[in-house]
């Protein structure tokens, strides 16, 4: 067998001769070094999708503030028509329970995101205290709950005007919380905003006592809700997938204990034709969309601007029914759309300018200084980098 081997590799010799051996030898070794060099991608691949900073930084590539406050707009736009469908012409008229299909499908499709490894990894339980996802959780289903019960007992106008009572209370209550504090100017674009939008809604103001204690024990829980979901993904690695996760069977907990209150009986009595059902189904599906979609709009952005376009959607609304649909709201609240829409744009513009002057700020700017430098040996010279930030 050694005289065969011997043989064999005489012959190999003979036929390829000395370059051809090295020939094969290179091909070997580059084959070995494209093998590692794939096998070191995919496990940097898999780092960046299986760590909750990776998963982070993944979300902030794909989905920036422009792309998620869009998706959050068209969405938001699309269950206002679908809840209106819902709560007029089927008349399933139990806001809460509503609600809870809404998280309890979120709950469903995250679970089998989870089951199928779609769902991104969340922080280490030690960066998060429990009592933070809980609080979310909590007072999310207020924030949802009531918001959707306002919608019922309230006019459009009279939501829009509590909903402006939210601005505020963000600004408030991140001055208190986290010290934060905006520029002058933004405050005259925010107080443009709710002006403009107090005008447009003030022709639909219909007062009802007990909507009105709805409308303002909303007005809290939804500004701590939207300061929480954005400090979380901004501070703590969080992405929107896995927050929804964490806290959604803690809401749905929380609004099974709100639905006796507030809803009236009889949810077991509807008519749960294929219709109607197919009607309510649509409304959950969309409802895990504007979950999903505003949490990633609040990692993107703040409470504040989340607030604002919420705004922006009542004005374009109003606008554009007024250009494609002939309705006619009048001179008075057009005038005012108008003026809110000046006034987020304002602050818009604002938002960008201070998140590109921050930009600027955090890169190092690598500035060569040449020092010449010699030795009693007669040393080359050497050069400093000096690095400074731009101011």
Known sequence: ????????????????GADGRKSFKRKDSDAGEAGKALEELRGSLYNELRTSEGAKRQQQRFCGPVVAMTFNFFVAVGIILTNKLVMGRVGFNFPIFLTLLHYAVSWLLLAIFKTLSWLPVSPPAKTTPSSSIFLLGAIMAFASGLANTSLKYNSVGFYQMAKIAVTPTIVLAEFVLFRKTISFKKVLALGAVSAGVAVATVTDLQFNAFGACIALAWIVPSAINKILWSSLQQQANWTALALMWKTTPITIFFLLAL?????????????????????????????????????????ATS???HVVLGQFKTCVILVGGYILLDSDPGLVSLSGAVFALAGMSVYTSLNLKESKDGSNKQIPVQTPVSKTKTSENGSE???????????
């Open 381 to 391: 010279d050497s050069t400093v980098i000096k690095t400074t930030n731009d101011v």
């Open 259 to 299: 639905m006796p209150w507030l809803d009236p009986p009889g949810v077991l009595l509807f008519k749960w034709d294929i219709n109607n059902s197919c009607a309510i189904l649509s409304s959950a599906l969309l409802g895990f969309l504007l979950q999903w979609s505003g949490a990633l709009a609040l990692g």
């Open 303 to 305: 409470a504040t601007s």
């Open 1 to 16: 067998m050694q005289i065969s081997s011997v043989g064999g590799m005489g012959l190999l010799d003979s036929l390829l």
